[in-house]
Nanobody
């Protein structure tokens, strides 16, 4: 059974930065494409960034140029560096495989507000 543990969220002012982390256990991490997803209140969960097993990256248009996804296979961990944060980035952020496992972690709340 895979376990996904996200951390690093918090309250930040517009224009600020946060770095999220996600540690994965119970799977062959290095062979998977992994992604960061987010879900704002009353909205569907959306994929915002993906990193392939070979470390290629893709981003949603809404975060392109502001967010950077990376991975450390030795630590079974992926990261999301978020810069120039906007109020519309407010959401619970989750990591998962792309396509996702059935199991999800608890997520980490990111709130961008002055």
């Amino acid at each position: 059974q895979v376990q996904l543990v996200e951390s690093g969220g918090g309250l930040v002012q517009p224009g600020g930065s946060l770095k999220l982390s996600c540690t994965v256990s119970g799977s062959i991490f290095s062979s998977y494409a992994m992604g960061w997803y987010r879900q704002a209140p009353r909205k569907q969960r959306d994929l915002v960034a993906v990193i392939g097993s070979g470390s290629s990256t893709e981003y949603a248009d809404s975060v392109k140029g502001r967010f950077t996804i990376s991975r450390d296979n030795a630590k079974n961990t992926i990261y999301l560096q978020m810069n120039s944060l906007k109020p519309e980035d407010t959401a619970v952020y989750y990591c998962n495989r792309k396509p996702p496992f059935n199991d999800w972690g608890q997520g980490t709340q990111v709130t961008v507000s002055s």
